[in-house]
């Protein structure tokens, strides 16, 4: 068979500017990133149109410099992928279109890569045995969705958040305890040392709504609880025990709805994607469970967790197999449509 080159992803979806490089055979060439975290920690999360302008400022050099640890020159490139959706609309056109523009120049196929998409191929990025037939969660700062991966390649999506995202629910409860943006880490880090039996928080939606999330009741917990602990003048337990007694609450909801679709499809395996999936508690339960009942877990290391563009590479290899080439007017997609439309992303497939 003939040497295909490598495929170059870009993504730009949110607050991080990167670039990967992959080759055909899932190998990683090149990851650089460019996290804008500086620039929106003051704000308390992210600002459309700084995460745009520093997209802008950033993208030729982290691109460039993708190429260059990558050792591959531009002719060599089999194709290029980009996010297109979904995300914040400016942000997205940067990737969109200097991908675009690099593709062209080139005369090389472009690829439309949808984010979430991008996320649930980063579980076969490291483990390429890990089983289809799958319930595959993804949880991030945007998302809380349940899919189930077929036999055939397709995801079907069968749960979401009717509110905030798992991640947002972090944030803004860190927020809450005066943790500064993004606080998913820290909670992360201060419940290790933390009691979960501290607090008692609700399990929103546990018992309801099929395999669907709510988290916006349990984040207006967090802010009672805090608020009557002021008004009745008690001391504030410590920070660590309030911060672990709140992820548990998260967690729990996650884990539970994750398991209940793993009996309700008969699933083979059990994977965690998106940032939130660097959660070490959530991590560990997931684990513990998937042993107990004997099936597959996959949880991408936590640099391929969070937003990157190795993620965006491999589900265009994906989509430059199948044939799925997008055309030059390709635009971005965003809002509900660029969720359950996995399959169906506004681009034509050519021979
Ligand atoms: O996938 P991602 O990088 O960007 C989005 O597409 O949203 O996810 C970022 C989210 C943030 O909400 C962040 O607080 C959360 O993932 N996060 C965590 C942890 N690491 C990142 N949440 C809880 N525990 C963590 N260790
Ligand atoms: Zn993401």
Redesign the pocket.
Known sequence: MMNMGPILGIET??D?TAAAVVTDKGTVLANVLDSQIDVHAMYGGVVPELASRRHIETIESIVRLAMTEAQVPYQALQAIAVTHGPGLAGALLVGVNFGKALAYALQIPLLAVN?LKG?LASTWVEQPDFPRSSIMLVV????THLFFATRTGQYQLIGKTIDD?A??A??KGAKMLGLTY????L??RLSRTGSAKAVHFPRPYLNRGGLDFSFSGLKTSLLYYLRDLKKNDHVMPAIEDVAASYQEAIVDVLVEKSFRAVRKYGAKGIAVV???A???R?RERIIERAQKLGIFVAMPALSL???NAVMIAAAGWEQFRSGVIATWDLDTEVGQAAVTNLQTHSVQTIA
């Open positions: 979806s949110c991080e984010h996320h991030s700062g945007g998302h995202a991640g947002e972090f944030d993004p606080g998913g880490p909670i992360d998106g940032g939130v660097a959660n070490s959530l967790c969070t937003d």
